[in-house]
């Protein structure tokens, strides 16, 4: 069975970094059928795509995130890992880690087929 499990602080200071690992287990990452994505919901708000990271280790960004979003991977261990630099309270939200079929855009949510469960992350001082 495929499971994606979330971790990293769940409080983070304006204009520090944001840091999650996703650890996949049941897959693996560099399967060339599925990517793996990061994906974000604030509060009172739909879900947005924040990026992906192929087969290869090729990552994709939101364009209106990209500027100050890093998406990388670790093989070995089987996870991958979000970098989101100079965060804002607007940074607020569950973010998600899951997995995405090659078939479909990585914006659509009815792509993926297997999510983590999702961790609070707050920026606040």
């Known amino acids: 069975q495929v499971q994606l499990q979330e971790s990293g602080p769940g409080l983070v200071k304006p204009s520090q970094t944001l840091s999650l690992t996703c650890t996949v287990s049941?897959?693996?990452?560099?399967?060339?059928?599925?990517?793996f994505s990061w994906i974000r919901q604030p509060p009172g708000k739909g879900r947005e795509w924040i990026g992906y990271i192929d087969y290869s280790g090729s990552s994709y960004y939101s364009p209106s995130l990209k500027s100050r979003t890093s998406i990388s991977r670790d093989t070995s261990n089987n996870q991958f890992s979000l970098q989101l630099s100079s965060v804002t309270p607007e940074d607020t939200a569950v973010y998600y880690c899951a997995r995405g079929r090659v078939s479909s855009p990585p914006t659509a949510m009815e792509g993926y087929d297997y999510w983590g469960q999702g961790t609070q992350v707050t920026v606040s001082s």
């Open positions: 049941g897959a693996s990452i560099t399967t060339d059928r599925y990517y």
